[in-house]
């Protein structure tokens, strides 16, 4: 029994000391900002600097890819919404409530998301009404890109900030 609960003292299953725990979260957030809208940053880098195929390709994928989020979006925004709020809405109160630490940790890895999700269909949104070709296509993703890379960052940080301070709440309580 010692063994055990030696590895298990080593291994610390609590959700912000996990290893696991922040590397999920830097791959998601690095996974969020390589796919713009669904096309990788380095696919439209080649389009914009070769064009001709390379920029065809982005274009078809930029536009399959928005009109997709914006069917499921204009088909059923009321419902996503409302299951979303219902979700989001249960983990703060189990996480922040009645303090369990992984409902807190799931909050600070899906809550960003929802904002990156609302900028998504705004930019999908602006890219229909523009057309979306060219430079104005590639200047659009690229906007879109650096804002979903703010809400990253500010996101990292709010949950190392919240996670080192959870560690250390609970080193001094034990």
Known sequence: MD???TALEVIDLRSFSNLWYWIALA????????WVLGVPHDMI?????EGGQA???????VRININRLLHVVDSGAWLMV???AFWLTSLLVLGFWYDIEF???????????????????RSSRRIMAE?????????????????VQVIGML???????????QNISVSILN
């Not at 920029?55 to 994928?61: A, I, R, S």
């Not at 409902?103 to 269909?121: E, T």
């Open 82 to 84: 409302g299951l979303a």
């Open 27 to 34: 791959t998601l957030w690095s996974s969020v900002s390589h």
């Open 45 to 49: 880098q080649r389009a914009r600097r």
């Open 131 to 147: 057309g979306g070709t060219g430079d104005a296509l590639y200047r659009r993703l690229t906007v879109h890109r650096r804002i």
């Open 155 to 165: 996101s990292i940080t709010v949950t190392a900030f919240y996670g080192t301070w």
């Open 55 to 61: 920029q065809t390709d982005v274009e078809d994928l």
């Open 103 to 121: 409902a807190q940790a799931v909050v600070l890895l899906f809550a960003p998301m929802m904002l990156v999700v609302w900028v998504s269909v």
């Open 3 to 5: 063994v055990i609960d």
